[in-house]
């Protein structure tokens, strides 16, 4: 019944590897975002869709690219992992796309590039 | 840069007492929301309040805004061990379609 559902919780690579994050969600809702959280648990959107139009992409090096193959999924592929992408990245949803309603987040991915 | 800083940075209080959190913003917002965030875990919506609102409760919380001063507080009530997480304040803000965090606010409730 999880409502914003992310695979896999944990993710250990080496870097140069290249890498995918899943995320699913069951609410109906249009939007779906990517938000990193550093180590100081500062937490900073990377990417928006809105029914799987790219809304925001916050200045994320190309080597992240996001897919949304319906508007209930947003992954995120990874390119050439760097040390400096070890992280938590969280999937979240939202009704609007203006920044009007709640986000609904998934319990996150720990990646770390080693 | 960042639009929401909570103060303070952590906070430890006995079980019961009340915790109140702060947080100031830069810009003007639509709304402002408050979330939880378990050690291991997603963040949760606790409570969002418009920018046309002055006070709004929820059980044990209480969240007050004041935009003159661009400012929220978030106040928990008898809090209990389990309100230990992180707390985070986020400002909704129309000219940038997003919700912007700040850094949060580190709680502990000691039995």
């Given at each position: 019944d999880t409502a914003v559902s992310q695979t896999p919780k944990y993710l250990v690579t080496q870097m140069g590897n290249d890498k995918s994050i899943k995320c699913e969600q069951?609410?109906?809702?249009?939007t779906m975002y990517w938000y990193k959280q550093d180590s100081k648990k500062f937490l900073k959107i990377m990417f928006s869709y809105n029914n799987k139009e790219?809304?925001?992409?916050?200045?994320?090096?190309?080597?992240f690219s996001p897919k949304s193959p319906d508007k209930a999924h947003l992954n995120l592929h990874i390119n050439?992992?760097?040390?400096?992408?070890?992280a938590v990245y969280f999937c979240a949803s939202s009704q609007?796309?203006?920044?009007n309603s709640p986000l609904h987040f998934g319990n996150g991915t720990r990646l770390t590039v080693t | 840069s960042q639009q929401g800083e909570e103060d303070p940075q952590a906070l430890s209080i006995q079980e019961g007492e009340n915790a109140t959190m702060n947080c100031s913003y830069k810009t003007s917002i639509n709304n402002l929301q408050w979330y939880r965030q378990n050690s291991g875990r997603g963040l949760v919506h606790l409570i969002l309040i418009r920018s046309n609102e002055r006070e709004k409760h929820s059980g044990r919380l209480r969240v007050t805004l004041d935009t003159s001063k661009k400012s929220s507080s978030l106040l928990i009530t008898?809090?209990?061990?389990?309100?230990t997480a992180s707390y985070f304040c986020a400002t909704g803000v129309t000219s940038y379609d997003k919700v912007i965090f700040g850094p949060g606010t580190s709680l502990s409730v000691i039995p």
């Open positions: 069951n609410l109906g809702h249009d790219l809304i925001i992409n916050e200045t994320v090096p190309n080597r050439s992992l760097e040390l400096g992408d070890s609007e796309a203006t920044g | 008898a809090s209990r061990a389990a309100d």
